[in-house]
Nanobody
Framework: QVQLVESGGGLVQAGGSLTLSCAGS????????MGWFRQAPGKEREFVAS????????KYADFVKGRFTISRDNAKSTVNLRMNSLQPEDTAVYYC??????????????????WGRGTQVTVSS
């Protein structure tokens, strides 16, 4: 069975940094596009970042404003999200997702096949 296990969430002050990690198992990791999404209370799940199978292509949501970096290590079946200059509006549950869709760097949740359990990121003022 496919499993995505996330780690790295927590509480950080505004302006601080966090790195989220997602470890995959039960799938040929290198054949999947990977993405990060987030969902804040009372809001819909939104796209954050995605990365291609070979890590040669990436895509980011506009609100990232150059602050976040997505990366992957297929040898270790992991995908990471480095978040810098965090602000209170970044507070949300962050989800790791895997997609075998032919659509490159999809921003649509429905095109992702597997999801992690989510990790809470809280940014204080």
């Amino acid at each position: 069975q496919v499993q995505l296990v996330e780690s790295g969430g927590g509480l950080v002050q505004a302006g601080g940094s966090l790195t989220l990690s997602c470890a995959g198992s039960g799938l040929t990791f290198s054949t999947y596009n990977m993405g990060w999404f987030r969902q804040a209370p009372g809001k819909e799940r939104e796209f954050v970042a995605s990365i291609g199978r070979s890590a040669g292509r990436t895509k980011y949501a506009d609100f990232v404003k150059g602050r976040f970096t997505i990366s992957r290590d297929n040898a270790k079946s992991t995908v990471n999200l480095r978040m810098n200059s965090l602000q209170p509006e970044d507070t949300a549950v962050y989800y790791c997702a895997a997609s075998n869709s032919r659509v490159v760097l999809s921003t649509t949740p429905g095109l992702y096949n597997y999801w992690g359990r989510g990790t809470q990121v809280t940014v204080s003022s």
